[in-house]
């Protein structure tokens, strides 16, 4: 494993800050190398022994190792992401992008759903967008973004 991370670390930047950034590297290298370590010394299952091993690492410690190496996973999707289309990687708010909810909800038919004669219950065609499929919501606003900034650029 540390030779793959290693791999890793040569195209993926864990951090801006050089002194972040070695700091960041360490602690992960170091969680490869004892998971690898633990993994070689003590897994069983991978060495072919039956279920009488007798085995020091208990499910506590299992959950524990697993619960940080979950961490270290989503930590490096998210930063591989953030390579690939930072604005695609960037946490959005429906509420933040108002003028693009309106031009949906112009291109879109919402849902109505009447309750009785007095309440109708409202979901506009951009907030179920959003709800439903955030990553369609969002290629549309980069999109949106996109044509918005080319039509200033013409003017």
Not at 14 to 36: G, P
Not at 95 to 124: C, I, K, M, V, W
Request: hydrophobic share 35%; net charge negative; no cysteine.
């Amino acid at each position: 494993m540390n030779p793959l991370y290693k791999s890793v670390r040569e195209v993926l930047p864990l951090n801006r800050n050089e002194k972040a950034k070695e700091l960041l590297k360490n602690i992960t290298s170091s969680l490869v190398h004892n998971v690898s370590e633990l993994r070689n010394k003590f897994g069983a299952a991978s060495h072919g022994d039956d279920g009488y091993y007798d085995n020091p690492i208990e499910v506590p410690e299992a959950e524990m190792i697993a619960q940080m190496v979950d961490g270290m996973t989503a930590f490096l999707y998210r930063k591989h992401k953030q390579i690939g289309d930072p604005e695609l990687a960037a946490r959005i708010f429906y509420p933040d992008y108002p003028d693009f909810n309106d031009f949906l909800d112009g291109q879109f038919d919402g849902y109505s759903l009447h309750l009785d004669e007095r309440h109708t219950f409202a979901l506009p065609a951009s907030k179920i967008i959003f709800l439903t499929d955030e990553k369609a919501y969002r290629e549309m606003l980069v999109q949106y973004r996109s044509s918005e900034q080319e039509y200033e650029e013409d003017d």
